[in-house]
T-cell receptor
């Protein structure tokens, strides 16, 4: 099966930088995604890494090391609106349905003024 | 980006009744749709994978007779919670995968449905 580990909570102040780590175990690894979810809302896509290295999208960056089964999401210049849950998700190839997603348990980020 | 519409956003029903939730891909064709369930402060748990024109594939522990899934077209999948009980109260979210592989790196989620069974 698949398993992912990420911290349950992270707290930081406005303007700071925060890194949310994710380690995973899976067979048929295809890529690592990050999603943001505000309370009561649906997950929204942030980034996707299929290859090793850093992907940058504005204030958010995501990193993947396939050899270490590890990735992280880096949030810079934190804003109050960044307070949300962040999920890493592995995309993997299964026999029943190619490229399924399995989500981590989520990291609750609280941004303080 | 691609849009997935899920309806209704909230529903309250009496115990023993059935509830249907719709998931539509508005501007793309979705060969596969996924149904998730999420408890408060918890992760999204995959319930089933729905492929257009074929039977859904359910995850272990999910009762297929209780959670009926129909994927009748490339733009619509429905989840029916039959004989709902209070323990079925949860947040249900669908996602769709595009037929266009170029935008297949992300999953497109519906807005979610908050089901409360009283």
């Amino acid at each position: 099966g698949q398993s992912l580990e990420q911290p349950s909570e992270v707290t930081a102040v406005e303007g700071a930088i925060v890194q949310i780590n994710c380690t995973y175990q899976t067979s048929g690894f295809y890529g690592l995604s990050w999603y943001q979810q505000h309370d009561g809302g649906a997950p929204t896509f942030l980034s996707y890494n299929a290859l090793d290295g850093l992907e940058e999208t504005g204030r958010f960056s995501s990193f993947l090391s396939r050899s270490d089964s590890y990735g992280y999401l880096l949030l810079q210049e934190l804003q109050m609106k960044d307070s949300a849950s962040y999920f890493c998700a592995v995309r993997f190839i299964s026999s029943g349905s190619a490229r399924q997603l399995t989500f981590g348990s989520g990291t609750q980020l609280t941004v303080l003024p | 980006g691609a849009v997935v519409s899920q309806h209704p956003s909230r529903v309250i029903c009496k115990s023993g009744t059935s509830v249907k939730i719709e998931c539509r891909s508005l501007d793309f064709q979705a060969t596969t749709m996924f149904w998730y369930r999420q408890f408060p402060k918890k992760s999204l748990m995959l319930m089933a994978t729905s492929n257009e024109g074929s039977k859904a594939t359910y995850e272990q522990g999910v009762e297929k007779d209780k959670f009926l899934i129909n994927h009748a077209s490339l733009t619509l999948s429905t989840l029916t919670v039959t004989s709902a009980h209070p323990e079925d109260s949860s947040f249900y979210i669908c996602s769709a995968r595009s037929r266009d592989r170029e935008i297949d790196t992300e999953a497109f989620f519906g807005q979610g449905t908050r089901l409360t069974v009283v």
